[in-house]
């Protein structure tokens, strides 16, 4: 089996910035892709950002040049560094790892269990 814990949501002004964090443990062999992605009250869960094993990413348009994701494969963590936070980025935030855990021929999919961000004045 493989967790996933996040860490660094909070409250915070619009124009602020904040960085998530999700570290796997576990029998991981490799994780790719890593992402994140975020639900706002009311709304359905959406995509934000992925990153591949080899730093290939992908964007939401609405947070390109805003966010940015990275990973640390030593750690089997990824993050989201998230500048000029705007009121619409509310949302519990979620990570999503695809790991190909040790002693297997396959990936499975994990979901972290979400941190909230709120930005707020």
């Known amino acids: 089996q493989v967790q996933l814990v996040e860490s660094g949501g909070g409250l915070v002004q619009p124009g602020g910035s904040l960085r998530l964090s999700c570290a796997a443990s576990?029998?991981?062999?490799?994780?790719?892709?890593m992402g994140w992605y975020r639900q706002a009250p009311g709304k359905e869960r959406e995509f934000v950002a992925t990153i591949t094993r080899g730093g290939s990413t992908n964007y939401a348009d609405s947070v390109k040049g805003r966010f940015t994701i990275s990973r640390d494969n030593a750690k089997n963590t990824v993050y989201l560094q998230m500048n000029s936070l705007k009121p619409e980025d509310t949302a519990v935030y979620y990570c999503?790892?695809?790991?190909?855990?040790?002693?297997?021929?396959?990936?499975?999919?994990?979901w972290g269990k979400g941190t909230l961000v709120t930005v707020s004045s």
């Open positions: 999503n790892q695809n790991v190909h855990e040790t002693g297997t021929s396959y990936y499975r999919n994990y």
């Open positions: 576990g029998s991981i062999f490799s994780i790719n892709p």
